[in-house]
Structure formats: structure tokens, C-alpha cells
């Protein structure tokens, strides 16, 4: 039963977030489009571990921009979500969509390379 709750708190959690993010201010979130893959809040409800995909600019100044505003997503999530503890919002970069399309271009190459 406590499994199924986790799953309920990282989806709602998700469903925030992706309304939270675009409304951001920090000036090198300007100009990309970020997607929130995945949210993994821990058993005790102290940290989430928040996968999101950035296409625009690189993924790792994007990151450190929501990583400076984690404090007031923390602050709006607590808000939205009726939780006994607001986890600490710690900011990954998703690399699967890129990994992905490499995966696919290595097979096409080696199906080209059949005929």
C-alpha cells in the first residue's frame, strides 16, 4: 500500500511541477523548453530527485537555474500539495531522449549498411 502512495505523490508532484517551471523568472531558463520526465520522492518525504529534458540551450546551465530556484518551487509545491513535508527539490539532467535518437541512428546505419 505505501508503494501505490509513492506512486500518487510522484505523479501529482509531476502534474505541479510541469505548471510551476514555465513560470520561472531566472533569466537562464530564458528561451528553452524544459519537460519534466520523472519525479523520485525518497520513502521518508525529504528529498525528490526531479528528472527534467531541456531543449533550447544546454542542459546543464538550464539545470543550474532551477537548481538556484529549487527554493521557491520547494515553496510552491508545498503551497499546491498537502503534504506533512515539503521534500527538497534537487534538479537532473534526462538524457534519455538523446540517448534514445543515437540508439536509433546506430540502427539505421546498421540496416543501410545490410543492403
Known amino acids: 500500500m505505501a508503494k501505490f502512495r509513492q506512486q500518487k505523490i510522484d505523479e501529482e508532484m509531476k502534474r ?10 531566472d533569466p537562464r531558463l530564458d528561451g528553452c523548453l524544459i519537460s519534466v520526465v520523472a519525479v523520485h520522492v525518497t520513502k521518508d518525504m525529504k528529498f525528490a ?12 546551465e538550464a ?3 532551477l537548481n538556484s530556484s529549487a527554493g521557491f518551487v520547494r515553496r510552491e ?8 513535508y515539503t ?9 534519455s531522449i538523446a540517448y ?15 543492403k
Do not use: Q
Open 16 to 25: 505541479e511541477l510541469s505548471f510551476i517551471i514555465p513560470s520561472l523568472k
Open 49 to 60: 530527485k526531479v528528472y527534467v529534458s531541456v531543449m533550447g540551450k544546454t542542459a546543464d
Open 63 to 65: 539545470i543550474k537555474g
Open 77 to 84: 509545491i508545498g503551497a499546491k500539495m498537502k503534504l506533512r
Open 87 to 95: 521534500p527538497e527539490i534537487t534538479f537532473v539532467a534526462d538524457d
Open 100 to 114: 534514445g535518437a543515437y540508439i536509433n541512428e546506430v540502427i539505421n546505419d546498421l540496416n543501410r549498411g545490410d
